[in-house]
């Protein structure tokens, strides 16, 4: 009984929560998810470094600037929405890890 909850244990702590924009900028360095609509005109990509940086738009309608130095994910210009891991940092997020949603999902289905 104790190696489960030991392992309970350890699944909780390690668990990344999802938090709002403003919850991730009242605690800098917290690794956390934060999912919103892709504000795509602002994407840019630096090919020197592969940074790639875009703004995204939470539920409460506050606005993230998202910097990611490991380029653009092949799906990213046709997902609406997309969720980035990682921590609020002197004035912006590091993402390490975007998970963008697919576009099909929100498409609807012709009516036969």
Do not use: W
Request: aromatic share 8%; hydrophobic share 35%; charged share 25%.
């Amino acid at each position: 009984m104790a190696g489960i909850g030991i392992s309970i244990f350890a699944f909780v702590a390690g668990a990344t929560p999802y938090v709002t924009v403003e919850e991730a900028k009242s605690d800098p360095g917290r690794s956390v998810h934060i999912a919103g609509e892709i504000l795509h005109d602002t994407a840019r990509l630096d090919i020197k470094t592969g940074l790639f940086v875009f703004d995204i738009k939470d539920d409460d309608g506050s606005l993230l600037t998202v910097e990611y130095s490991k380029g653009k994910p092949g799906n990213f210009d046709s997902a609406p929405k997309a969720s980035v891991l990682g921590a609020y940092e002197g004035g912006r997020f590091i993402a390490t890890q975007i998970k963008t949603q697919c576009p099909s999902k929100y498409e609807s289905t012709p009516k036969s």
